[in-house]
């Protein structure tokens, strides 16, 4: 089992979260940060709510979920599912998606042919 990398951009990338894989250097799947802020619409509403509401694509209890797990969190902080939101405050959400977030294997020293 590969462990999934946590990356943002307080936490880049390091040699040990690349695997080689036949001869290919891989990129360990890892969780991408997608940052918004709170607006004026959103303020005063629960952040399961919010999710639930403004980001359809995923039913209720993923963002339960994911708000439990610390996948959803607040100005950097784990959260309550009842956490009500303030304007202005950062909230994060930590998304693995199916396969788009991989990226492609690079082939050692393609770039380094001689001519």
Known sequence: MIQIVWQTPAHPAHEDDY???????????????????????????????????????RPNDYYVSAVKCGRIQVDGENIPVSC?????QKISHFVHSKGCRHEPPVGLGCCNSSR
Do not use: A, M
């Open 84 to 88: 009500i939101v303030d304007r202005c």
């Open 19 to 57: 695997i080689f894989h036949n001869g290919k250097r891989q990129v360990r799947p890892y969780y991408f940060e997608c940052v918004s802020h709170v607006n004026k619409r959103w303020e005063g509403k629960t952040i399961v709510d919010l999710f639930t509401q403004e980001f359809r694509g």
